[in-house]
């Protein structure tokens, strides 16, 4: 976590599903900055958090009828129908990062991994929230490639590995376009 918040700028952390909820593991201050995310909460609202995000996309499916449950407002970002939530969801198992912009707090976005385990199960995401004031393209672009080697990293330190449809999510997402294109 620390090299994730040295490489970031930001705030790291590691969440772990336990039944139905998703717990801190443990959290990481970046030093570069004096202003920053503070995580603050022992467990994280399925509908609201990257992490929350996270394991909606990509753990088991009777999560989405928790968090349909528990639509509390955070924000005004935040997904309050069942409608919003799905297409959250959606994007986010499309891009294999789960993102919270500004969604549980006014002035942070979150971004995070999965993490799987040796059963090959989603157990948890690995996670940057970042003051959203310094989050731009290029922000994002280092946050998502670093949580990618942390996930990978956490998921193989905890006896699993990440699925291979997620690492070619991951793949597409993080290729840029232009080097795709072939040389005229």
């Known amino acids: 976590l620390f090299e994730l918040a040295d490489a970031t700028g930001e705030t790291s952390h590691v969440t772990v599903l336990s039944g ?18 503070i995580i603050d909460i022992q467990t994280f609202p399925l509908h609201a958090t990257a992490s929350g995000l996270g394991a909606l996309a990509f753990g088991p499916e009777m999560l989405m009828d928790v968090a349909l449950n528990k639509l509390q407002p955070f924000t005004d970002a935040t997904a309050t129908t069942s409608k919003a939530l799905d297409a959250i969801v959606e994007a986010i198992r499309n891009t294999g990062f789960g ?18 385990n040796q059963t090959g199960h989603f157990a948890g995401a690995v996670s940057v929230a970042s003051v959203a004031a310094r989050f731009t393209p290029d922000l994002e672009r280092i946050i998502k490639s670093q949580l990618v080697i942390a996930a990978r990293q956490i998921s193989n330190n905890w006896g699993g590995t990440v699925p291979a449809h997620i690492e070619s999510i991951w793949a597409k997402h993080l290729t840029p376009t232009h080097a795709l294109e072939t040389a005229s």
């Open 20 to 37: 139905t909820t998703v717990y801190e593991l443990m959290s990481c201050d970046s030093p570069k900055h004096g202003t920053r995310a």
């Open 99 to 116: 993102r919270a912009d500004r969604s549980f707090e006014d002035e942070v976005q979150g971004l995070s991994a999965p993490i799987f």
